[in-house]
């Protein structure tokens, strides 16, 4: 087998984080749009709190959680590491609506005018805003989360009129595909659903999929895999 053409994968934590901010930088380009304005979000889950410590060490700030109890185990570590926020982008249920509060800085899965009361009312009491993003659910193959574009206009009044939620975009997680360009058509749909709601950021695109998600106006994508490797349940 030839060697030559063939790039070795990057194998420590700062390769991948420079790979992948060369790919954020090479499709902002291509899309005529500043790399800037584009959040890297570095999604931990699964993986321990001192990956968390490693890539802020690195100059990451904005991490991704999925699960409000797993992450309540790493808090107590990274919880105070200076200019870090969370934002919590698995599904939430009401009934975690404080402590994800508690937890969070901002929450990306607001589905439900319900869950929207109950993060102002716990926002309130802590005496913090929080940031919201939409989940929007495009297709019946999506997991059951998120809701339907038909739902959003009488949610988007719902956290507009909550005074410690602060509402910036919408979020949304097409089926899985290994082919990049299936996403293409959910990535266009969310940014016409934000465009024709007046908000200004979408949150799209994963390790597999973030060229397509920049080239169709991502504002942050949500790197796990790229960054940590596969994540192998133990
Ligand atoms: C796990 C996860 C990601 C990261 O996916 P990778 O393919 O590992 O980059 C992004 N968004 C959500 C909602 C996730 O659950």
Known sequence: MPYWGVVPAAVTLSERLADVRARIVRAAE???????????????????????????????REFGENYVQEF???????????????????????NKARKAAELFHAIQTVDSPRLAGRLNEAAGSLGKTIDA???????PEQSKSGAAPEELPELIAAVRACPHLRLLGLMTMPPWSDDPEASRPYFRQLRELAARH?????????????????AEGSTCVRIGTALFGKRVKT
Not at 41 to 54: C, R
Not at 133 to 139: I, T
């Open 198 to 214: 007046s908000l200004e950021q979408l949150s799209m695109g994963m390790s597999h999929d973030l060229e397509t998600a920049i």
């Open 133 to 139: 993003m939409l989940e929007v659910k495009l297709s």
């Open 30 to 60: 291509r899309a005529s749009r500043d790399p800037g304005k584009i959040t890297l979000l570095a999604v931990t889950k699964i993986f321990p709190a001192s990956a968390i410590q490693e890539a802020w060490a690195l100059g990451l």
């Open 72 to 94: 309540e185990g790493k808090a107590p570590v990274v919880g105070a590491l200076e200019g870090v926020r969370f934002h919590l982008i698995g599904h939430l249920q009401s």
